[in-house]
């Protein structure tokens, strides 16, 4: 297409006429040239140290080796870490091609032991896909700046062309039209003149408020995206330890009314951890009654320790009950052995309820030995351990 | 140079071409803001340790291993242990946490003899000496099961990053928690209060591991 190049041999033609007469000196068109070399001699510097840099692999283990973590360096592969458990990975792997194992056979293999985390190169899939795309954005980016980066530093000149297309200056013309060809984003670059300037200012404002809204979205985005590890926290959530922590639907228990609690007991009898909750609240208030309500039917449904603790308790302060307490107490230790409030208990109803200071003191010095006792609680436990010896003494 | 491209030139109107480099250069410095916004929510994560990870093991069958006894002779088979409750340990004596969860660990495996539960003690790249030295200075647990990994393959079969990691294996050969890091007396009580009450307990990080050394 000759009459699309045209408007580029005109481009070329606005800069000052040469002394040869349209010609351009050698020294210029070196100059000219000199960065397209320049680029084009790194790039093949880094091409061959690519290339040399990385050995092939001798064989498929290796090549295996080097698409895995090391479990226990910092960011290198199997392939390059002398680490125990590299060596050992690396014997496994060989073993695995000698059975006849496929790559992909081989590399599920370690992604069923470590997860996905120990594959060198994430999978273009989900989460990981950001990494793969950001490097194309960032090039694109690239050559958008340079796009725009010559389009402004050749626009101010532009209006100069209409006086200078002689025919004088068709060869040096020609010879930056090949240059204009040559380079990757060319097309884009031969401007005209710019748009005037009245009407952009709007348009720039618009457009500045755009990029900022879209990058506001974008990091705000990614941080939702990310969801940062609690410290000292787990990691595979699944329901057991939140029991303590907080209530099912992940909200504080502790801010909870007892009135909504019992709404959602009683609109969810089978969901055990919330009557609970509930019944562990009546019971730390001392309404021993509404407590035993929810236990029981809790114990109806399951022998829950605690429940079976709580109910213990309740049955010997209420009911003043001391040998179905301490039965009660001791169902609960089989279930939960090193459970010191059933401890507790159970030596507080030996002790004073059954008289058996013998038993109590056994007890107690149970509770004692439990590690994860604070100062305080091993301060009175010693003081009750006292008491019960003190009783065995006197009988 | 046909008659409308002189048309245009002196007209100054834009030519076609114009808007769309403009769109280019905006496509750019957004492209590049974002490259730099998303660099540095990520960045702002290099405090955290890229090491912690959930283990894939979870509600997976337990690997088999038959490993040699430390003290003495036999072997120990987790495939023959299969209907008690069975808790993994690494551990080697150059790991500062295991020294520090040894006496939960011993204490663990006495207050949970009577219910079933047989505490394993794998020794993980460490010399049988150093090991035997170790348990010496520190004391065995009763019917602790303290074994060797020579060649570390029971420890890359439990997907092992670094030490201690402790894995609970339920009556059916099941791994259904893992505790990473130092553990805990009460830790491992409430973790295997929910493994004999056949629930799912969870996964716990309670900090870093330590990787074998010249790793």
Known sequence: MPSRLRPSGLAGARRPPTLTGGRPLPVAAARRWLPVVVLVVLVAVVVAGLAQGRPAPRDRAEALAARLRCPDCQSISVAESDSQTAQAIRAEIGQLVADGRSDQQVLDHFVARYGRWVLLDPPPRGATLLLWVLPVAALAAGVGVLVG??????????????TESGAGDQAGADAEAEVEIQAPTGADGWGGPPAPPGRSRRRVLAGILAGVVALAAIAFGVTRALVPRPAGGYVTGIEAAQASQASPGGRDLSKVSDAELEAVVAANPEVLDMRLALAHRYFDRRDYRKALEHYKIVLDREPHPQALAHVGWITYVLLQRADLAAELLERSLERQPGDPEALWFLGIVQLHGLKDARAAAATFTRLRDLPGLSGAE?????????????AEARR | MTA??????HTGRPPAR???ARWARRLAIAAVAAVVVTGGVLGARFGSDPTLVASPLLGKPAPRATLRLLDGRGQVSLEALRGQVVVVNFWASWCAPCRAEHPDLVAAA??????????????????PQAARRFLEELG???DYLYVTDPGSRAAIDFGVFG???TFFIDRRGTVVAKITGKSSFPLLADTLDQVLAGRTPQSRQTGRVQPAPGG
């Open chain 1, 149 to 162: 980066y010559r389009r402004r530093a050749r626009s101010p000149a532009a209006p100069r062309v209409d």
């Open chain 1, 378 to 390: 091993r301060r009175q436990v010693d003081g009750l351990l006292r008491t019960a010896r003190a």
């Open chain 2, 4 to 9: 409308v491209d002189q048309d245009k030139r």
């Open chain 2, 18 to 20: 114009a808007p769309r």
């Open chain 2, 110 to 127: 006495a207050a949970y003899r009577g219910a079933g539960v047989r505490f394993v003690g794998v020794v993980y790249q460490d010399t």
């Open chain 2, 140 to 142: 065995r647990g009763r």
């Open chain 2, 163 to 165: 030490i201690p990691e």
